[in-house]
């Protein structure tokens, strides 16, 4: 008799629901007969044909030949996570929400993903990420199906077959691959001008994050809140990183899609195992709620529009912590099924035209999807309050209704299920009884959704310098990957509507005619916490990748012991593997190391040389002339990208700093230097706490 290899598992925070798993010690048919041999078919004789009766291999080959469903159209490349949501108790004027109350800590499952790209893309293009987060709350599921940028391309719902279309692969030949750099998408954009706010915030960093836990979160359309008396407020969601925004450079992610497309999965996963969890803090902006739906002259229903944080700051109310990898990437990441209008007492909708058309679409795509209209009761999609919906049937079915009567009103189940009640003593409406004004069927938009440069222009010209430049370089790459020459010429026009020096940086590059503004655009004043530069965060997790071949083990270990002691994440690399130090394996041979998995370099000791390559040294005065070996191109390659992308790179002893001179850098260069031993750690945690040495290339 088989005994059982795990019972149902219970997380940090509560029961894990999960489903039943593979609970037998023995091999069985999915019906849990016995297996004995899953080598070889049932055939007739030893060199015989297969038989037909061989159910094991029918069963095998069937449930093989059907394991893949239907990805995602858009954000299909996802990764995933477990976690907690724990309340600050501050929200009980603003929002009735049980999840929101004082005490409350809420389990959650949180899926990242890119747009564009299909499940087999890499990680790093440029693209816009999702962020969603599923709430088990003991009043049903919340989910907060968000995207790493507050605006979005388009303004009404009907218009979102049309830019996906746009940005997905050429139909005739199915290129490029999860990339925007191509003529059907510019050529929707520049037609399609509400697309222009969204486009710049994909060309600047925000559209390369260095990792999943350094990246915001935004519900991007405005929701309504109420609460327990039943006063209603307007509020856009914000999830803050406790490790700062902070992204890759554009070299960087092109070559991380080929040395390592899963990076940002792997980033996350890592990250969690090794007990350095991802946390956020959820916040909102608040808006009065006086029937216009505007904020200081913007359209909250607007979706291509945000509200700058120094007008409205985001008030938190609570805290994100994953803690918690996927058990299995299909059941959980790939099956979890988000909907907009998932929501719970206290919180609603508003009447933005994109939200309003995501409320049929998120529900829609599941039928195909996940086979059929049952598919909450996937154990990652199952909510954990009691559910009693009267519904019956239908594909995948797993519950067991019980009652003879699935239909309301009736006697013969004595009227079960009762409604819930209402008003003092019970739940707040989830409905908010909102005044609806006269009005007529017409397809029209409202005149402050024509503004469709305004925004843009107040992000590129809050960013700084450094990364205003990003945001011309990544234009001009993009726009140069198109071949139709009015493409080109009508959205270098569009920049010109939105800031002249950047559409001359980019049509010069170009090769283009610098355009002129045809348009009277409206300045804004600028907000400083769009930029990501100048300021400092935590470095937990941070890789620190450290040569060590050459230098002693007790240097190593202490190092090693420091660089932990600060949360930050030792990478030991060295020209063969083996130990660094007793116990201290080495991670990572010149073989098979890459700059892109480190945040800053440290060398110690003096480097091992490339066989068969020797330098002719100039002689100094005074001196004889000699020749000595070169440092292995493999690590002058890696101190020459860490440098290009602006990375912390440190020296221990004199001898380890001819590798710097080898690949041709200074060690008067900002974020070069040499420290001892004892303060490595340190420095190392100084830098690192600014991201990047980024007045490198001022």
């Known amino acids: 008799m088989s005994k059982p290899l795990s019972t149902q598992p219970s997380g940090k925070h509560g029961p894990v629901n999960t489903g039943p798993g593979q609970d037998s010690e023995t091999m069985t048919t999915n019906q849990g007969a016995p297996v004995t041999d899953t080598d070889h078919s049932l055939k007739a004789g030893e060199r015989g044909p297969t038989l037909l009766q061989d159910h094991h291999l029918r069963e095998k080959i069937m449930h093989f030949d059907h394991e893949r469903i239907p990805e995602r159209v858009v954000h299909a490349r996802g990764a995933g996570a477990h976690g907690v949501f724990i309340s600050y108790g501050n929200a009980a004027e603003l929002c009735a929400a049980d999840f929101l109350q004082p005490g409350r800590e809420t389990r959650v499952f949180v899926r990242f993903s890119t747009v ?378 569009c920049l010109a509507e939105i800031d002249v020096d950047l559409a001359k940086g980019v049509a010069t590059a170009l090769g283009l005619p610098v355009p002129q503004s045809q348009q009277q655009v409206a300045d804004a004043t600028v907000s400083p916490a769009l930029s990501q530069l100048g300021k400092t965060w935590p470095v937990d997790g941070r890789k620190v990748a450290l040569f060590v071949d050459g230098a002693d083990s007790r240097t190593v270990s202490t190092i090693v012991e420091e660089l932990k002691e600060r949360n930050l994440t030792p990478l030991l690399i060295s020209p063969t593997h083996g130990e660094a130090a007793p116990g201290i394996s080495i991670d990572r041979s010149y073989l098979t190391a890459r700059s892109i998995e480190a945040d800053a370099v440290v060398l110690l000791g003096a480097l091992p040389v490339a066989p068969g390559i020797r330098v002719s040294l100039d002689a100094k005065a005074g001196a004889v002339p000699t020749d000595r070996t070169q440092t292995d191109p493999r690590v002058l390659l890696f101190l020459k990208e860490t440098y290009r992308h602006s990375k912390a790179i440190l020296c221990v002893g004199e001898e380890s700093q001819q590798a710097l001179t080898d690949a041709g850098i200074s060690l008067n260069a900002p974020g070069v230097d040499s420290v001892d031993a004892r303060s490595l750690a340190e420095k190392a945690r100084e830098l690192l706490s600014a991201h990047r040495v980024w007045e490198r290339f001022i």
């Open 116 to 493: 564009v790209g299909s499940r087999g893309s890499m990680d790093t293009a440029r693209d816009t990420r999702g962020f969603a987060t599923k709430f088990y709350t003991s009043e049903g599921v919340f989910d907060l199906v968000g995207n790493n940028m507050p605006v979005f391309f388009i303004q009404d719902g009907v218009k979102f077959p049309d830019v996906v279309h746009a940005v997905k692969p050429h139909p005739d030949l199915e290129i490029p691959q999860a990339q925007s750099a191509h003529d059907t998408f510019w050529d929707f954009v520049s037609l399609h001008t509400p697309a222009q706010a969204h486009t710049m915030w994909n060309m600047s960093d925000r559209g390369i994050p260095r990792s999943y836990r350094m990246m915001e979160g935004f519900g991007v359309h405005t929701f309504r809140m109420t609460s327990a008396t039943g006063r209603s407020s307007l509020v856009k969601f914000h999830w803050k990183p406790r490790l700062g925004v902070h992204s890759l450079t554009w070299e960087e992610a092109q070559l991380t899609a080929g040395a390592d497309p899963d990076y940002h999965r792997r980033d996350l996963a890592e990250a969690i195992d090794a007990g350095q969890f991802p946390e956020w803090e959820l916040g909102v902006q608040i808006f009065t709620d006086d029937g216009t739906a505007v904020f200081e002259g913007i359209d909250l229903l607007d979706p291509t529009k945000f509200v700058p944080e120094e007008l409205a700051p985001v008030q938190v109310l609570g805290k994100m912590v994953l803690n918690r990898n996927p058990e299995n990437y299909f059941a959980q990441t790939e099956q979890v099924a988000f909907h907009p209008g998932h929501l719970v007492p206290g919180i609603d909708v508003s009447d933005d035209p994109l939200l309003q058309a995501r409320l049929f679409s998120y529900l829609d795509t599941q039928l195909t999807r996940l086979g059929g209209p049952n598919f909450s009761q996937i154990p990652i999609n199952r909510p954990v309050a009691p559910v009693n919906d009267l519904f019956r049937d239908g594909f995948h079915q797993h519950n067991v209704p019980e009652g003879i009567a699935p239909y309301k009103p009736n006697s013969l189940d004595g009227g079960c299920p009762f409604m819930t009640q209402l008003g003092e003593g019970g739940h707040p409406p989830l409905d908010f009884p909102q005044q609806v004004p006269e009005s007529k069927k017409e397809r029209r938009e409202p005149a402050s959704f024509s503004d469709h440069f305004s925004q843009a222009r107040l992000f590129y010209r809050s960013l700084t310098p450094t990364e205003q430049l990003h945001v011309q370089r990544a234009y001009t790459f993009e726009l140069g990957k198109c071949t139709e020459p009015a493409v080109l010429e009508r959205q270098v026009q």
